[in-house]
């Protein structure tokens, strides 16, 4: 008896051990999943356009993060998320105009390296009733996981279009 | 005799400084021409509010991005031109209470996505464009004018600037067509 129940707490400790070790590794891949390296592009209140910063989805809110500045989309005003395909020079902003006046057509040349982005649109209400509509470019196959989450929290979103269905 | 040959250089200067004076008195063509033009233009429209509704897209296929980033870029355009006290947002319950509130609607007629790889190499193709039919309606659904106007991106930047262009020349036609907003009374 003393034999089985000596077992017995063996298991249980053991399995204690590995659910407790298993843990942070649980808790990184959920973060993984929660933050996105996000573009604002346009629509959200108090951000800059083309602001790079992070998106995170929680029970309540979409919360855009830049350094100190934040913004909140409350998740039962947005009426509709829609992702997109796009893609941008590898060399962008400022840099990458300066490089479109270098000598022999190499900037030209730099133009054809590009890198394929998605897209996520989101429209939303404000309290007074108010559109808006906020759009992100993330990294490529980010944006629907973000769409699923949004939808997962309780936002309504526009059913998939068969084109898109397909190809995933 | 000797008289006589010193009139004529004085003759001569006066009347030449009185062809002159006709000729930069005369009204210019041109000047003539906005002159009419001026006479012609209706009256700058007085309101106190605006209120932007979504960018429609019935028969043209617009993608979801090119729609929202249109309407935003007229929100914020039109809110700089200082010619409304308020800008209302498509749904903006305060807007009914706005006595003479004018409903900017657009409606996109034409939609040529282009590409922008093709702009920066080649420089000449690859152009995007939108083509967006405006009304501008009363408080009564009365029509008070409407225009058509081009968004497009033809070297610089990725296809979205499109939209930037567009809500730039709505602006525009605003700043052109309503008069500047009466200051507002301080508390």
């Known amino acids: 008896m003393a034999k089985r129940t000596r077992t017995v707490l063996l298991s249980a400790l053991l399995l204690t051990a590995a659910l407790a070790a298993l843990s942070p590794f649980a808790e990184a891949q959920e973060k993984a999943t929660t933050d996105f390296k996000v573009k604002h592009v346009i629509g959200l209140q108090a951000i800059q356009h083309n602001t790079k910063g992070q998106a995170t989805v929680s029970k309540d809110a979409l919360t855009f993060t830049s350094g100190p500045t934040k913004s909140d989309v409350a998740i039962r005003g947005i009426e509709d998320v829609q992702t997109g395909a796009d893609s941008q020079r590898i060399i962008g902003g400022t840099l990458g105009t300066l490089t479109m006046f270098a000598p022999y057509g190499s900037g030209r040349f730099l133009s054809l390296f590009r890198e394929k982005i998605d897209t996520l649109t989101i429209e939303y209400r404000d309290t007074n009733g108010g559109l808006h509509g906020a759009i992100f470019t993330l990294p490529q196959g980010q944006a629907a996981v973000l769409k699923a989450q949004l939808v997962a929290a309780g936002a309504k979103a526009s059913p998939v279009p068969a084109q898109e269905a397909t190809k995933k | 005799m000797k008289l006589r040959f010193e009139r004529r250089p004085l003759i001569s200067m006066t009347l030449g400084t009185l062809l002159l ?54 929100v914020e355009e039109v809110d700089k031109t200082h010619r409304f006290q308020h800008v209302y947002r498509d749904g903006d319950r305060d807007a009914a209470g706005a006595p003479d509130l004018v409903t900017l609607k657009c409606t996109v007629t034409g939609f040529k996505q282009g590409s922008a790889e093709k702009r920066q190499v080649t420089t000449v193709t690859g152009k995007t464009s939108v083509n967006v039919h405006l009304v501008f309606t009363d408080k009564n ?9 081009e968004g497009k991106v033809q070297f610089l930047g990725e296809n979205l600037r499109a939209t930037f262009d567009f809500g730039k020349k709505v602006a525009a036609v605003v700043r052109q067509d309503f008069a500047p907003a009466k200051p507002t009374r301080k508390a």
């Open chain 2, 21 to 74: 004076l006709g000729i930069v008195a005369w009204p210019h063509p041109a000047a003539l021409a906005a002159q009419s033009a001026a006479a012609a233009a209706p009256t700058p429209i007085h309101a106190s509010a605006l209120q932007i509704q979504l960018i429609q897209a019935e028969d043209v296929k617009l993608p979801a991005e090119f729609q929202m980033a249109m309407y935003e870029h007229v």
């Open chain 2, 141 to 149: 659904g009365q029509k008070l004018f409407e225009n058509n106007v």
